[in-house]
């Protein structure tokens, strides 16, 4: 779709405003004599950038232009954007947004708050069900956590691909078409990052039966569910599980089960209690 006029002047003025707040020692340039503009000139940020000054002029001044993925990577990085400057930069020239940097999901004070829920199995999760840190209870919930690769640690992948997680579901139709359909909401807000990309046409690879549910373009929220499982060692649990999102970009979320009846908040504190020699909280690095 052509880009807009309102579009292209959203665009030249943040990059105009962008532009206007750095100084030249905040890019290491010296600052010269008699300047008359504030903040950066076109040209410093069009050599930064590896551009040219009227390539670069004429996206400032919102001419009917259109500007590759590269050249909005590079003039980025020359105005010093954050990653969200950066998104809403790539959102305004019609680009797909990229894939940001790796960092920790996980901080000092979630890794607090997994350990307070205990004996309640609950873990860090990304938008794409990727776990990132879990409690004692969550490790042995379906298995031994600690025990798998890291990047198999994800939940998706494993209710679709790993059998011990198979069979701990009472109802795995049921939690298979849950997740796939979960997933395929949280892919709607990633559909245009190459990970995200990657992830479902390999778990579609991997799973003929996620290939099959994934087809089906079902979609479903984060609402609270049941989940009945059977333990290898604990017995049956029927739970309750929760999810919050920790931040404001919907990138990670603390999910934790809390029990529906007595008998199995029995079977959490025996969980939970089983192995009193190991860590009460686990985190991939």
């Excluded at 931040?247 to 979320?253: E, F, I, K, N, P």
């Amino acid at each position: 779709m052509p880009r807009s006029d309102e579009t292209r002047a959203a665009f030249a003025a943040f990059l105009r405003s962008r532009r206007a707040r750095l100084s030249p020692a905040d890019v290491g340039l010296p600052e010269g004599v008699r300047r008359r503009v504030v903040g950066l000139r076109r040209e410093e940020v069009a050599q930064l950038a590896g551009v040219g000054l009227t390539w670069y002029t004429w996206l400032e001044q919102g001419r009917p232009i259109a500007a590759s993925a590269q050249v909005v990577s590079a003039i980025a990085r020359a105005l010093r954007l954050s990653d969200d400057e950066r998104d809403h930069l790539f959102a305004l020239a019609d680009l797909p947004v990229p894939d940001r940097d790796s960092r920790p999901c996980v901080g000092a004070a979630h890794l607090d708050l997994l350990e307070k829920l205990l004996p309640y199995p609950a873990a860090v999760q990304t938008a794409r069900f990727d776990i990132r840190a879990y409690n004692r209870s969550y490790r042995h919930l379906f298995g031994d956590l600690d025990q798998m690769p890291a990047e198999r640690r994800n939940c998706a992948v494993l209710l679709f691909t790993d059998t011990e997680w198979q069979r701990a579901h009472v109802d795995l139709d049921h939690a298979q078409r849950r997740i796939a359909a979960r997933l395929r909401a949280a892919f709607g807000r990633h559909h245009d990052e190459p990970a995200w990309q990657r992830f479902i046409a390999e778990l579609e690879e991997q799973s003929p039966r996620f290939a099959e549910l994934w087809r089906l373009g079902d979609v479903g929220g984060e609402r609270a569910a049941t989940k009945h499982l059977v333990h290898a060692r604990v017995g049956e649990l029927n739970l309750e599980m929760s999810s919050l999102w920790l931040d404001d970009a919907l990138g990670s979320r603390v999910v934790w089960f809390s029990p529906r009846d007595a008998a199995t908040a029995d079977r959490l504190e025996r969980l939970a209690a089983e192995r009193p020699d190991e860590a009460l909280i686990s985190a991939v690095a």
